[in-house]
């Protein structure tokens, strides 16, 4: 969005038209309210970015319909000008006319029309130049479908627009719906707007209340031919350019058909549209003094964002004033986004301006009418009618709040090795909020205006500030900056557009008939995804991704999984697709193949495994009275806990998820499952699928913190699956992770190149029969600090304490182990027939209990046997070793012991 500079915000409000309570749709659902279907609309107003047009920033939706709309706004409107100005030259006017074509131009490009212009909605900055604003009026409202009020202004409507009366364009009883306005409804509006000008500077103010009389008259011609001659002999203006001003205004009211009569309603409008008078010769020497707007490039794009950069020779320029408003360059959205934070209430700034009135309930009961005729009650409340007033929002508070920021934070420096909040003089207030829950940062305006400019500097730097966007999304990543901070966490990159332009997204396909099945109770709940434009946008991207990858299927879930992607970047499909691209082959890969059974169960076999390694209670528990992860974990992993949670919490939980690899997941839902653990150890089978077909309240905050614990404590090669996605090509992995604690997790294992030493394919039937988790050697020798070629591998700092049980006979333990490892020969706990003689978690296991625990053997069955005991006996996180001491022999860092003497 543009920057905020010398405008203001500003807002107005309206009612959307009611629908009837006991009304369905066609598929048998509730109809959606008028107000959510503004709403989504609205969405592509905001990308709409031009300097003669007004930028839309916000929508909220209240009781009874209401919506409030944000916009910049100016204080200064044409109709002001008109008051203050004498006499207006007709230079000036061409001016004028010039820019609010160059603006209904830019809206015509994107299919839409004013159909509101009125002086009051011509706004005029600081330097004069023209604003037009409520120029997406007409669009939000389906050309006035859903709003129980005309669009536009009788005084200013072209006559077929008047002609065709105030019917609603869906209205079902009007017959044939009249089409919607044209472009060419706007230039009849803007030429009553230029006689207004011009009649003002020429006439006397009685001969105005005749202006209409002479539109009507066929004598108009004339009229406005000495309106304009009189302007131009006042201000001694060449004969060419009252010339050129007749014949502007002449093209927008004059230029009709042959078929013109006094009847209004057989107007066949020729008039030009305002790209043609544009390039019409009147504005040859007008145009010359304006530069042709460029679109700002996007940052996923294949033009290059900084081509037309130039510096000033002076580098000094550069510098800012100490009374510099820094906040003006920042963009709209920032600006009302932190006036928010700072207290910011929409409907109070109505209420205090008399715009929105409240009364007693019993001052809203409608008219009563007896049988005599005699009425009683309230008639029609008329604070229900448009009152096209906009207030403007005080930015004091805000200021205010963040008047303690100095001038540096609005320009850190992305090479200084110092912490980014250090550039406020706060800093020590800062550097303590950091330290406090999320939801509460989230809602602290100078810690955001922090974040978000930090996060807009790297983004804007991206991809060659990769790893910095990944260190400080570690922190916490600004809600509104969240979506384009994703799309570089998910490594997005290239000229997104061109590749989603490129899927056919309009033929049909077989999966069509489910997606429109699963789209209407996707997210319900959320009033921008339930919309029209929201399910339309969801068909779209879930089509797309289907057509684009047809190895794979549509599985019900995906349009779950599209959704946090969508709401991110409701106004560009092209990003939310590729992220939603990117996303599930890193965590779901081949989950939503044809047959995905084998996918599935080792998933879920893998998890069993997660909780019996974290928490062998709740899983000796759970697996007693037979309540297996497949009875509620296949919703939870393949929609990645979006069916599961409401969007507010699936923001926060893969701001960390996408920080770590394709195993944190499973680390997730343990995480869950300890948030239950009283519950589910106090009941049996019936109350725990009683307790899930209706999840509990679960604190998110806490499920992350605790996730990042147990991803810490797992060995990265106990979440091995063989059918994981294969390995990235070398130099691609990127730099994640959760700092240094966690720095020996920063890759996924999956991604590491194989060895002798990494784990081998484990059948699926293999694979269940074991309780506990494999671990590779190669962890292992990472794990136990064990010496290659005199170098320690890592520092002690960044891995989880780690114990070597080896199970072998004292006589296969003397002639060779692991340097630190401890002898509990298998025999002396299990007969030869696998019973169990004596507990082997007493005695020296004990001291040790809490560290990870790898069970070595020379066969993996007795290994799983001991670590399956240790399991059920509830001791924590216990491993194997995949491929057993055999695997250690050929590494030569298996230890002798010295012979005594």
Request: a negative charge; hydrophobic letters at 40%.
């Amino acid at each position: 969005m543009k920057p905020l500079r010398d405008a203001q915000l500003g807002a107005f409000t309206f009612f959307a038209s009611a629908l009837p309570h006991d009304v369905c749709g066609s598929n048998g659902l509730p109809l959606t309210p008028n107000s959510i279907k503004i709403l989504g609309r609205f969405q592509l107003l905001k990308t709409i970015s031009h300097p003669r047009l007004c930028q839309y920033v916000d929508i909220s939706r209240g009781k009874h319909e209401r919506l409030v709309v944000v916009t910049e706004h100016y204080e200064s409107s044409l109709n002001d000008f008109q008051k203050q100005v004498q006499t207006v030259s007709p230079e000036r006017v061409l001016q004028i006319a010039y820019e609010a074509l160059e603006g209904l131009e830019f809206m015509n490009k994107h299919g839409m029309v004013h159909r509101a212009l009125n002086a009051q909605n011509v706004l005029m900055d600081g330097k004069g130049k023209v604003k037009l604003a409520k120029f997406g009026l007409y669009y939000m409202t389906d050309h006035g479908a859903d709003v129980d009020f005309p669009i536009g202004y009788p005084s200013y409507l072209a006559p077929e627009v008047i002609a065709q009366g105030s019917v609603h364009p869906s209205d079902p009883s009007q017959g044939e719906n009249p089409l919607p306005s044209g472009p060419k409804t706007d230039v009849w509006s803007l030429g009553v707007l230029l006689f207004e000008l011009c009649a003002v500077s020429s006439l006397k103010p009685p001969c105005l209340d005749l202006m209409n009389d002479y539109l009507i008259e066929l004598s108009v011609r004339s009229c406005i031919d000495d309106i304009v001659t009189v302007l131009a002999e006042e201000h001694g203006c060449l004969d060419a350019i009252r010339v050129s001003l007749k014949s502007i205004i002449s093209h927008c009211l004059l230029h009709w058909s042959a078929k013109t009569t006094l009847r209004f309603d057989s107007v066949l409008p020729s008039r030009p549209t305002p790209a043609e008078l544009l390039v019409d010769p009147v504005f040859e020497g007008v145009s010359c003094l304006y530069a042709p707007f460029q679109q700002p490039v996007g940052l996923f794009s294949s033009s290059l964002r900084c081509a037309h950069l130039e510096l000033p020779e002076d580098i000094s320029q550069l510098c800012k004033d100490d009374d510099e408003e820094y906040l003006g360059e920042r963009a709209i959205d920032e600006v009302y986004h932190l006036w928010c934070l700072a207290g910011g209430d929409l409907e109070k700034e109505l209420t205090n301006k008399e715009i929105i009135q409240s009364k007693p309930p019993v001052c809203t009961l409608p008219n009563f009418l007896l049988e005599d005729g005699e009425s009683f009650g309230q008639g029609r409340d008329r604070s229900f009618l448009l009152d096209d007033t906009t207030v403007t929002l005080s930015l004091c508070q805000l200021k205010n709040r963040l008047k303690d920021v100095a001038g540096e934070a609005y320009y850190p420096l992305l090479e200084d090795e110092q912490s980014s909040l250090s550039q406020s003089n706060s800093s020590n207030e800062l550097s303590c909020t950091v330290t406090l829950p999320l939801i509460i940062r989230e809602r602290d305006t100078e810690y955001q205006l922090i974040r978000i400019i930090l996060f807009d500097r790297l983004l804007k730097a991206y991809p060659y500030k990769k790893n910095l966007v990944w260190k400080e999304a570690r922190v916490d990543i600004p809600p509104l900056i969240r979506g384009l901070a994703w799309a570089a966490l998910l490594g997005v990159e290239g000229d997104i557009q061109a590749k989603y332009d490129s899927i056919d997204k309009d033929t049909p396909i077989p999966t069509d008939r489910q997606i429109e099945v699963d789209i209407p109770r996707c997210h319900q709940y959320d009033e921008l995804l339930s919309s029209p434009q929201g399910h339309r946008k969801f068909r779209r991207v879930l089509k797309a991704w289907v057509v684009s990858h047809p190895d794979l299927v549509y599985w019900q879930g995906l349009d779950s999984l599209c959704a946090p992607f969508l709401w991110l970047n409701f106004n560009n499909e092209p990003l939310a697709y590729a992220c939603m691209s990117a996303f599930i082959p890193k965590y779901l890969y081949n989950f939503f193949l044809k047959d995905n059974s084998h996918v599935i169960q080792e998933y879920l076999t893998v998890f069993s495994q997660m909780i019996a390694f974290h928490d062998p209670e709740l899983s000796n528990h759970l697996n007693e009275i037979g309540f297996i992860p497949d009875l509620y974990a296949i919703p939870w992993f393949l929609t990645m806990f979006t069916h599961v949670f409401p969007l507010h919490k699936i923001f926060h939980l893969w701001d960390t998820l996408l920080l770590g690899n394709s195993s944190f997941p499973f680390c997730i839902g343990v995480a869950i499952l300890q948030q239950l653990r009283d519950r589910l150890l106090a009941n049996g089978f019936n109350e725990c699928i009683l307790l899930f077909s209706d999840l509990p309240e679960i604190d998110i905050e806490r499920c992350v913190r605790e996730s990042i614990n147990l991803f810490c404590w797992t060995p990265k090669s106990a979440t091995y699956r063989q059918h994981a996605q294969p390995p990235k090509a070398q130099g691609d992995s990127s730099t994640n992770g959760f700092g240094k604690a966690a720095n020996y997790y920063s890759s996924d294992y999956q991604d590491m190149p194989k060895t002798d030493l990494s784990r081998e394919p484990l059948a699926l039937s293999d694979l269940k029969a074991e309780v506990s988790p494999r671990i590779s050697a190669e962890d292992l020798i990472d794990l136990c600090e064990l010496s290659v070629g005199g170098q320690t591998k890592r520092s002690k700092a960044s891995k989880p304490k780690i114990l070597a049980v080896d199970i072998r006979s004292i006589e296969d333990f003397g002639r060779g182990h692991i340097s630190g490892s401890i002898s509990i020969p298998y025999s002396t706990a299990f007969s030869p027939d696998g019973e169990l003689v004596q507990c082997p978690a007493t005695g020296t296991l004990q001291s040790f209990r809490g560290r990870v625990i790898v069970v070595i053997s020379h066969a993996m069955k007795s290994a799983a046997m001991f670590a399956t005991h240790l399991v059920k006996v509830n001791y924590p996180r216990v491993t194997t070793l995949d491929g057993g001491i055999n695997k250690m022999k050929p590494t030569g860092l298996l230890t002798v012991p010295s012979p005594q003497i």
